[in-house]
């Protein structure tokens, strides 16, 4: 069974532009969140999408933004981007009913670079 | 005050030996206790998870959970050097009518064979 899938893996931008990361659920499982991991700095949550809405957000402004697709693949999206936007970018998925979110599996990030 | 403390390590050990991971947290209302994995380059990996106080066991691995000092840890024994990682505590619980998981920072773990 396949995996969390992210793409791209790696992604260069410059300041200002805006960048899309897209992600693969595991087959059935109908929540997606999206974690930025910057250095030092751990997890910190940025959304999370279930049967197509957007459930909760975390502490970003508004030039994250996201959205979750019919088939429950998802999208981020980050506008203006600024050099402290470089991160790794993680999505995990997870079933609706998957208590506390204890089930979430991760994907191997895409490495967004801002220079 | 960060709501989840870990301390970022390295931590170094012999193989075999047993290790002992620690997070801290401040708020009560957390209620899911999760350990995930972090090999270099890769997504977190769920080890365990537990529900409010107690210990869970699954193979090397035992999680406690100690919520009257706001305190889990993580015991790895007969470490191997595969067992060179990141390991991240998080912790989830409803709060402000929604629910919030908290990952703490991760801390570095190097096996040395």
């Known amino acids: 069974e396949a995996g969390v899938t992210q793409s791209p893996t790696h992604l260069i931008k410059t300041r200002g532009q805006q960048a899309t990361l897209r992600c693969s659920p595991i087959?059935?499982?109908?929540?997606v969140y999206w974690y930025q991991q910057a250095l030092g700095l751990g997890l910190q949550f940025l959304l999370w999408?279930?049967?197509?809405?957007?459930?909760n957000r975390g502490n970003f402004p508004p030039r994250f933004s996201g959205r979750q697709f019919p088939n429950y693949s998802s999208e981020l999206n980050v506008n203006a981007l600024e050099l402290e936007d470089s991160a790794l970018y993680l999505c995990?998925?997870?079933?609706?009913?998957?208590?506390?979110?204890?089930?979430?599996?991760f994907g191997q990030g895409t490495r967004l670079t801002v220079v | 005050q960060k709501e989840v403390e870990q301390d970022p390590g390295p931590l170094s050990v012999p193989e075999g030996a047993i290790v002992s991971l620690n997070c801290t947290y401040s708020?009560?209302?957390?209620?899911?206790f999760m350990w995930y994995r972090q090999y270099s380059r890769k997504g977190p990996e769920l080890l365990m998870y537990?529900?409010?106080?107690g210990n869970k066991e699954d193979g090397r691995f035992t999680a406690q959970v100690d919520k009257s000092s706001k305190y889990i840890s993580l015991f790895i024994r007969d470490s191997q050097p595969s067992d060179s990682a990141t390991y991240l505590c998080?912790?989830?619980?409803?709060?402000?009518?929604?629910?919030?998981?908290?990952f703490g920072s991760g801390t570095r773990l190097l096996v040395r064979p």
């Open positions: 995990a998925s997870s079933p609706t009913d998957s208590p506390g979110h204890t089930e979430a599996f």
């Open positions: 087959s059935g499982h109908t929540s």
């Open positions: 999408y279930d049967e197509g809405e957007e459930r």
């Open positions: 708020n009560s209302a957390f209620q899911y």
């Open positions: 537990t529900y409010s106080s």
């Open positions: 998080a912790m989830g619980g409803f709060m402000d009518s929604s629910y919030k998981l908290i």
